[in-house]
């Protein structure tokens, strides 16, 4: 089982529009970030995670064409936009795209993107919406899910099992609750949350992030969705061991 992170970035991506690179080097590649969205696969299984705005531009990177499902964290735009583009990946399949998501998530989805799901005026529907439920097995991977609150609302924390090795997957979240600790105890790799250093009212900051890696204590911890103040080579530098800052592009093996 690997991941690729497509985006490692938050809803405004770096630079911001109007060349804003806050703190990050821009010189630096790996500042660079599009919107969160991760890719966990084997050799018989593609999971996408969210579909980003930046979507297109992140499978074209990655070289794919094809995936079994998407996941849904949530419906927050920088999170679903990108939707249309499954489009396209439903005409190789032949076929609309399995899409999971929890039940407030699926009804924002299929009211906001009604054709995505339903089809019109001759067009086919893009996505098969279902619920994504606590536990599922998607071709060779298997998935638990834990809701994490999100400000008002809440995001789907995932960990994915394969031949004895997991990897969790935790964004837009600002507390950890009990069962988002029992899921995500234990991992060999931890993709997580970890906006900036001041604190945020729906999003970890970095102090916060750090000190729930120590207490769950993965073997491996990757920093996502990260803004603009999160110079890549500056936190690599001052992050304990284990912990690393994650970049567009990245992929992993737990």
Same mark, same amino acid.
């Given at each position: 089982?690997?991941?690729?992170?497509?985006?490692?970035? %938050? &809803?405004?991506?770096?630079?911001?529009?109007?060349?804003?690179?806050?703190?990050? @080097?821009?010189? @630096?590649?790996?500042?660079?970030? &599009?919107?969160?969205?991760?890719? /966990?696969?084997?050799?018989? %299984?593609?999971?996408?995670?969210?579909?980003?705005?930046?979507?297109?531009?992140?499978?074209?990177?990655?070289? /794919? =064409?094809?995936? @079994?499902?998407?996941?849904?964290? !949530?419906?927050?735009?920088?999170?679903?936009?990108?939707?249309?583009?499954?489009?396209?990946?439903?005409?190789?399949?032949?076929?609309?795209?399995?899409?999971?998501?929890?039940?407030? +998530?699926?009804?924002?989805?299929?009211?906001?993107?009604?054709?995505?799901?339903?089809?019109? +005026?001759?067009?086919?529907?893009?996505? *098969?919406?279902?619920?994504?439920? $606590? &536990?599922?097995?998607?071709?060779?991977?298997?998935?638990?899910?834990?809701?994490?609150?999100?400000?008002?609302?809440? &995001? =789907?924390? #995932?960990?994915?099992?394969?031949?004895?090795?997991?990897?969790?997957?935790?964004?837009?979240? !600002?507390?950890?609750?009990?069962?988002?600790?029992?899921?995500?105890?234990?991992?060999?790799?931890?993709?997580? $949350?970890?906006?900036? /250093?001041?604190?945020?009212?729906?999003?970890?900051?970095? *102090?916060?992030?750090?000190?729930?890696?120590?207490?769950?204590?993965?073997?491996?911890?990757?920093?996502?969705?990260?803004?603009?103040?999160? @110079?890549?080579?500056?936190? +690599? =530098?001052?992050?304990?061991?284990?912990?690393?800052?994650?970049? $567009?592009? #990245?992929?992993? %093996?737990?």
């Amino acid at each position: 089982m690997r991941v690729r992170i497509l985006g490692s970035g %938050t &809803s405004s991506g770096v630079p911001r529009i109007g060349n804003d690179w806050g703190a990050c @080097d821009p010189g @630096d590649p790996r500042n660079r970030r &599009s919107r969160a969205s991760i890719l /966990v696969w084997t050799g018989t %299984t593609r999971i996408l995670i969210d579909t980003s705005p930046d979507m297109r531009e992140q499978l074209l990177a990655a070289d /794919v =064409a094809d995936i @079994d499902a998407v996941i849904w964290t !949530h419906d927050h735009a920088d999170h679903c936009h990108g939707i249309d583009d499954l489009r396209q990946i439903m005409h190789f399949r032949g076929h609309a795209v399995r899409g999971l998501a929890r039940s407030f +998530a699926l009804e924002q989805l299929q009211l906001r993107f009604a054709y995505a799901f339903h089809g019109r +005026a001759g067009y086919r529907p893009t996505v *098969a919406g279902e619920l994504l439920p $606590d &536990s599922l097995t998607i071709g060779d991977i298997t998935i638990r899910v834990a809701d994490q609150p999100h400000g008002g609302i809440t &995001s =789907a924390g #995932l960990r994915f099992e394969h031949n004895g090795k997991s990897i969790g997957y935790a964004t837009d979240f !600002h507390e950890m609750t009990s069962a988002m600790r029992t899921l995500y105890m234990g991992l060999d790799l931890w993709i997580v $949350d970890a906006l900036r /250093v001041e604190p945020h009212p729906t999003h970890p900051n970095l *102090a916060s992030t750090l000190e729930w890696i120590r207490e769950l204590a993965p073997k491996r911890a990757v920093l996502v969705h990260m803004d603009q103040s999160m @110079d890549f080579a500056t936190l +690599a =530098a001052g992050l304990p061991a284990g912990v690393e800052p994650g970049h $567009d592009g #990245l992929e992993l %093996t737990p």
